[in-house]
């Protein structure tokens, strides 16, 4: 016979069994990742390991839209943490940036971690009218400044919104380039000279 | 189909390289892309690998000197039609959900008696090392050929496989901060000129996982489920999933049972 105290233990574990929310299942899927993969070359472990912004980004479409105040705290947290070059022009060299867009080599486990990263703007950006080979998940930024201006203010926010989307837009799927240490300085200032130089083909 | 893979690579250089008469360009580069694929489709090398694997399956190998012939794959002791369209699925004998490569290492050590290490020591194929794995995965796959995908949630194990795979395939993380969903939770968005499925959606995840395993021709290789998720893993900038874990069998259960309905006509040949 059960006493009243263990049989209540024991309906409360039953009903934990029977009814897992999708945060028990958002834990057992981290924790079983973290056993489920290995180091490799520049690729560590520590790579599975969530900042706030990456676990409150990882949302199903059934857990609803992201609310507006965790949106919010995103966007102040990531845009509290950008850098801007300690000296110097915003606006580096279009024709650098065009190269560092076409790249997409850079922190995967098959890559030299010593070469330097690019930025793969193509991959998901229309950016330059020659290159047909452009990708969709991102906007169309043909004519960047020729339809947004291109000066002090708007050299802030691209060379930001590079640095780190999330300052801007939470849940973005834009890498945070700066923030993540993809990128350096000089290469951000090089993509924000591709986007905002009246000479680069961007905007020709 | 030699000739018209160089054809179709033809219009394809030449449509991508004019920068003259844009919107004809693009739908040039566009039909040259169609072409290229269609050549593609003509003739597949994947057959060499399904051949080899029937011959694993037959031979006897191993240290007890016995064949795959009596490994179930979900419909009894060496029944092989239409049980990849069945997999991944819950087996009593292991009290756990496999895929097809999972199942395949527990029969090599269970009827072979192969250590897993000795069994997964090629589990992807390079160059003049070949894997085992992508040849019986190749012929297993094959055996499927026109069944519709139908991939059981009755299991509580396939259930909870299911809901993890889900939850994995949203997870976000690495220096680009990219979930499985980046690239494949949004229907017609493509990279530079790949179009990407949406594996969410039931058409687009139809479409893409009777596709798999193929045969890739930029690598030469036949390449299978387990494959597929460990280098999108990569390009994800992960560090490297293991071969035959829960978390990659997960997600598999995530992905075939989402293509539910969908008419598998694997294995195929891509790009």
Redesign the interface.
């Known amino acids: 016979m059960f006493s009243r105290k263990s049989f209540l233990a024991l309906a409360v574990l039953l009903a934990g069994c029977a009814a897992?929310s999708?945060g028990d299942?958002?834990d057992?899927?981290?924790q079983?990742?973290k056993?489920?993969?290995?180091?490799?070359g520049q690729?560590?472990?520590g790579?599975?390991?969530?900042d706030e912004?990456?676990?409150l980004?990882?949302?199903?479409?059934a857990d609803g839209a992201l609310d507006r105040d965790a949106a919010a705290r995103i966007e102040k947290l990531n845009l509290d943490g950008v850098r801007y070059p300690a000296a110097g022009r915003l606006l580096g060299d279009w024709r650098e940036g065009e190269k560092i867009a076409q790249s997409g080599v850079g922190?995967?486990?098959?890559d030299n971690p010593k070469a330097p990263s690019g930025g793969n703007c193509?991959?998901?950006h229309q950016l330059s009218?020659?290159e047909?080979?452009?990708?969709?998940?991102g906007p169309s930024l043909r004519s960047f400044a020729k339809t947004r201006g291109g000066g002090e203010a708007m050299q802030r926010y691209v060379y930001a919104k590079i640095y780190n989307p999330e300052a801007f837009t939470a849940c973005s799927?834009m890498?945070?380039f700066g923030r993540?240490?993809?990128l350096t300085e000089d290469q951000i200032r090089h993509l924000t000279a591709l986007l905002l130089d009246p000479q680069s083909p961007v905007n020709r | 189909m030699r000739k018209g893979l160089v054809a179709a690579l033809v219009v394809l250089a030449l449509?991508?390289g004019s920068?003259h008469a844009?919107a004809q360009?693009?739908a040039d580069?566009l039909k040259g892309i169609e072409k290229y694929r269609e050549a593609l489709a003509d003739d597949n090398p994947a057959d060499l690998w399904e051949a080899r694997g029937a011959e694993l399956w037959a031979a006897r190998r191993g240290p007890k000197s016995s064949s795959l012939a009596q490994c179930d794959l979900g419909k009894g002791p060496g029944v092989v039609k239409g049980a990849y369209a069945e997999l991944p699925r819950y087996f009593a004998d292991a009290d756990r959900v496999m895929d097809l490569e999972t199942r395949l290492l527990h029969c090599m050590v269970a009827l072979q008696g192969f250590s897993a290490a000795e069994a997964t020591r090629r589990t992807f194929g390079n160059g003049g090392s070949r894997s085992d794995f992508e040849a019986l995965s190749a012929f297993v796959a094959a055996q499927s050929k026109g069944a519709k995908m139908n991939v059981s949630l009755e299991h509580p194990k396939e259930r909870?496989a299911y809901?993890?795979?889900?939850?994995?395939?949203?997870?976000?993380?690495?220096?680009?901060?990219?979930?499985c969903a980046?690239?494949h939770g949004?229907s017609?968005?493509?990279?530079?000129?790949?179009d990407?499925p949406n594996l969410?959606d039931a058409k687009d995840a139809q479409r893409a996982y009777t596709a798999w395993p193929a045969y890739r021709v930029s690598q030469g290789e036949l390449r299978t489920m387990q494959w597929r998720l460990n280098d999108c893993?990569?390009?994800q900038?992960?560090?490297?999933?293991?071969f035959a874990?829960?978390?990659?069998i997960?997600l598999t259960v995530f992905l075939a049972h989402n293509a539910n309905g969908g008419v598998f006509s694997a294995p195929t040949v891509k790009r």
């Not at chain 1, 980004?57 to 479409?61: L, V």
């Open positions: 897992m999708a299942y958002r057992r899927a981290a079983m990742m056993g489920d993969f290995s180091e490799r690729a560590g472990l790579r599975l390991d969530q912004t990456q676990a980004c990882s949302r199903r479409p922190k995967q486990f098959s193509y991959a998901c009218p020659e047909l080979s452009f990708g969709t998940i799927s890498p945070r993540n240490g993809i | 449509g991508a920068g844009r360009s693009d580069t909870a809901l993890l795979g889900e939850q994995m395939f949203f997870y976000r993380g690495g220096p680009h901060d990219f979930a980046t690239c949004e017609n968005k493509r990279i530079r000129l790949q990407l969410t893993f990569r390009q900038r992960f560090p490297q999933l293991k874990s829960d978390t990659s997960a």
